[in-house]
């Protein structure tokens, strides 16, 4: 009996396994971050500009990613920042939107990305010609979070 083939080593670079994990490289790029933390009100703003060059077959499966993404970042960052964040909201804006779509900033549960994904879906359902809304142009998302258990009492 031979021995087994020799099993080569392949070299991964780990963007390339991010790229499969965060459905980027063929759809999507990160073009930057700007991060505001104002301490007075616990508040972390994280605004993320991204541009989509290509449609996967499920655009709202791709949106959701990008949406998920900021929002595990301005939490991570917040904790970062000694702030136990319990309130979010999200604005998405865009030269192709005629307003920004925004959701309010409420307590965080479970369904935050699909309630930022349903609003952004009425809008699209509400324009059915411009096909691919965010397509082409760059888009921010901005996700702002709140501590509002620890809010600081000032003394007037």
């Known amino acids: 009996m031979s ?3 020799s ?25 930057g971050e700007e991060t505001k933390i104002t301490q007075k009100f616990n508040l972390t703003k994280l ?3 991204f541009l989509i060059h290509g449609l996967p ?32 909201g999200c604005t998405v804006s865009s030269q192709l939107l005629e307003t ?12 935050t990305v699909d309630a930022i994904l349903n609003q952004f879906l009425k809008v699209a359902q509400s324009k ?10 760059n888009f921010t998302v901005s996700v702002t979070t709140i501590d509002k258990r620890h809010e600081k009492k000032e003394a007037f």
């Open 3 to 5: 021995p087994p083939p």
């Open 7 to 31: 099993k080569r080593s392949r070299s991964f670079m780990i963007n390339n396994l991010l790229d499969l994990q965060l459905g980027g490289g063929d759809f999507f790029k990160h073009l």
């Open 47 to 49: 605004s993320t500009k």
């Open 57 to 88: 077959d499920e655009p709202e499966g791709l949106l959701k990613e990008i949406f998920q993404k900021c929002i595990d970042q301005t939490l991570e960052t917040s904790r970062d920042n000694k702030l136990n964040p319990d309130q979010l």
């Open 100 to 111: 920004d779509i925004w959701i309010p900033i409420r307590d965080i549960n479970n369904n």
């Open 128 to 137: 059915k010609q411009d096909q691919g809304m965010l397509w082409g142009e």
